[in-house]
């Protein structure tokens, strides 16, 4: 037998029974009486989300509808995770774009890097985070799908912000 | 007008089965909602809301949740027992519903109407008795289903129920001594005040009998088995005790079985000690058949329906307040439990029905009037005991280290544990 098993003792004068339930029914009367502060309603009723939440990815257009992409291949190299897939191309005026533009949010880490290195603003992490689907295939988001998105961008730190204020 | 005969009475016995055996059923749905709010509450949480308005439909889709799971039989479990099991769970709780007079008598056009499906002469000893079979649900599951957790669920479930059913039926001794009656309408009506008729205390019995009411209050929590008594469910330590393997409906007849349990202790405490379906401080409700058939009162149907809503809400009222305390204190450890039927229930209510038979005697001898008076000097003496016994739990009777007796048998220091010498060790 272990030697150095610890054994709290309280002294019986001490060992209350009768005032301990009374008290303990008194805190949960009063948590009875007043219910329901901490829950809140959520599919209902939403967080407040920080601005800079770094959440669902979202394309940037511009006022035509197009993507702001450009294809230069940064956002792909800075991918800690490699979850950005990208084939550019380039049209009939000489103007590159995305032919594909894939991102796998399964693999993504959100960490943020794209968004800051990329020279056009056209790739954005944004403020949403309802991402449930049935299937894995629906969890990359292509270009389409990442241009019709419309929650707000996150917003970058500012060194000469640090706090957001 | 002449009470029920006859075919009347077959018809009226059978229509009054079948409206209580539902209205029974409804209340114990809307307990385990009840059960659900309040657990939430306590915990500030909002309990069930997203099904039908306030969470109400809740209860209809946990039945229907029952009823479509699959059943999982164990393999090696008896497959009689295993499915007689929950039957005798549910079973015992309802048709102890059949001797509690739950309202005034209704008058109909075929003569008086008393509001109890059956108005036997030992109607106490019928409670004792079925309140006696309750636990043969819990052993036989806990046998049939052939594994440790439940059979050490059943086991500790036997040795709880044999141990507080003799505090249980001992604290209805006093009130069987005042009433000097077993049958429980004139149990109800011993509490009420009339003017005319046979004898009465103008108090509802757990004033004048304080201690046996905390008593039956304490043996009946028991008898339900729920926290804090729930030794045989225990999930923190046997997974879930005798229900473990149980699953789909077989599982919601122990749920049911639970609650209803949980209605007919309150409904018991109603009737013996909260006066029954007696309406306080007004005189309209002191209705009363005596056995040759004499009513005293006088019998409406809207009197009856009030006399209903009283009992229900003192029922109900009760039903509360065992969940408000299940979710208030820890499960007792078993020594603890036993101790506390053992040590502390019998000896004092052996002690305490002595004393009242003594009391009793003695105000007998001195010329006191059955009435108010008489039940007050009760209440006096059970006041002093009262608060004697209180004194007395809260001295570390019950809750003390389990370790405290040995060491102080080994003649130890108390409050200090003196370290095994190395040599010792193995």
Redesign the interface.
């Given at each position: 037998m272990p030697g150095s098993v610890k054994v709290v003792v309280r002294p019986e004068s001490s060992a209350s029974y009768v005032r301990a339930i009374s008290k303990g029914l008194g805190i949960t009367l009063k948590h009875m009486l007043e219910p329901n502060k901490a829950t809140q309603q959520y599919p209902d009723e939403k967080w407040d989300l920080s601005p800079r939440l770094r959440g669902t990815h979202r394309m940037a257009t511009h006022e035509d509808g197009r993507a702001k992409c450009v294809g230069c291949g940064l956002c792909p190299t800075v991918c800690p995770v490699n979850c950005i897939k990208l084939i550019p191309a380039e049209d009939e005026n000489g103007e590159r774009y995305a032919a594909v533009y894939e991102i796998d949010e399964f693999r993504c880490i959100f960490c943020g890097f794209c968004q800051e290195v990329c020279p056009v603003e056209a790739i954005h992490l944004g403020a949403h985070y309802e991402n449930a689907e049935y299937s894995r295939e629906r969890w990359v988001y292509d270009l389409e799908r990442l241009t019709e998105l419309d929650h707000p961008f996150t917003a970058l730190w500012d060194p000469f912000d640090p706090a957001s204020e | 007008m002449e009470p029920m005969t006859g075919t009347a009475f077959v018809v009226a016995t059978t229509i009054k089965i079948l409206v209580f055996f539902v209205l029974l059923l409804v209340f114990v749905a809307l307990s385990t909602y009840f059960e659900r709010k309040?657990a939430?509450?306590?915990?500030?949480?909002?309990g069930p809301?997203r099904v039908g308005p306030l969470g109400l439909l809740q209860v209809a889709a946990d039945g229907l949740k029952f009823i479509l799971k699959e059943e999982v039989e164990p393999g090696s479990s008896n497959k009689k027992f295993f499915f007689l099991a929950p039957v005798l769970g549910l079973v015992p709780a309802t048709v102890l519903f059949a001797v509690l007079p739950f309202a005034s008598p209704l008058p109909t056009q075929w003569g008086l109407m008393e509001m109890i499906v059956a108005d036997v002469p030992v109607g106490f000893l019928y409670v004792l008795a079925i309140a006696g079979l309750g636990v043969y649900g819990i052993v036989m599951a806990g046998w049939a289903s052939n594994s440790k957790y439940s059979f050490l669920g059943g086991l500790r479930g036997s040795a709880q129920m044999v141990s507080y059913e003799v505090a249980l039926a001992m604290s209805l001794v006093p009130v069987l001594m005042l009433v000097g009656n077993v049958q429980m309408p004139e149990i109800v009506s011993a509490q009420q005040n009339f003017s005319t008729g046979p004898a009465e205390y103008g108090l509802w019995f757990f004033l004048p009998l304080m201690v046996t009411a905390f008593v039956f209050l304490v043996a009946g929590l028991a008898e339900t088995g729920r926290v804090p008594f729930d030794m045989a469910e225990a999930e923190g330590e046997l997974v879930g005790g005798f229900h473990t393997e149980y699953s789909a409906m077989k599982f919601g007849m122990f749920f049911l079985g639970e609650y209803a349990h949980l209605i007919t202790t309150g409904a018991l405490i109603t009737v013996f000690f909260l006066g029954g379906w007696d309406i306080p401080l007004w005189q309209g409700d002191n209705i009363r058949v005596l056995a040759d058939g004499t009513v005293i009162g006088e019998p409406t149907w809207w009197k009856t329906v009030l006399t209903f809503g009283a009992f229900s809400v003192k029922t109900l009222a009760l039903v509360l307040f065992f969940m408000?305390?299940r979710?208030?204190?820890p499960r007792f450890r078993y020594d603890q439990l036993m101790d506390l039927g053992w040590k502390v229930l019998i000896p004092m209510m052996m002690v305490y029905i002595m004393l009242m038979g003594l009391a009793m005697y003695l105000l007998d001898e001195a010329g006191v009037p059955v009435g108010w008076r008489y039940s007050g000097v009760l209440l006096l003496i059970n006041l002093v005991l009262m608060g004697a016994l209180?004194w007395g739990?809260?001295?570390?009777?019950?809750?003390?280290?389990a370790?405290?007796n040995t060491?102080r048998r080994a003649g130890g220091i108390?409050?200090?544990?003196t370290?095994?010498?190395?040599s010792?060790?193995d």
């Open positions: - | 309040v939430g509450f306590i915990q500030d949480r909002s809301n408000w305390l979710w208030t204190i209180l739990l809260d001295r570390g009777t019950i809750v003390k280290g370790t405290a060491r108390r409050g200090r544990v370290p095994a010498a190395p010792e060790m």
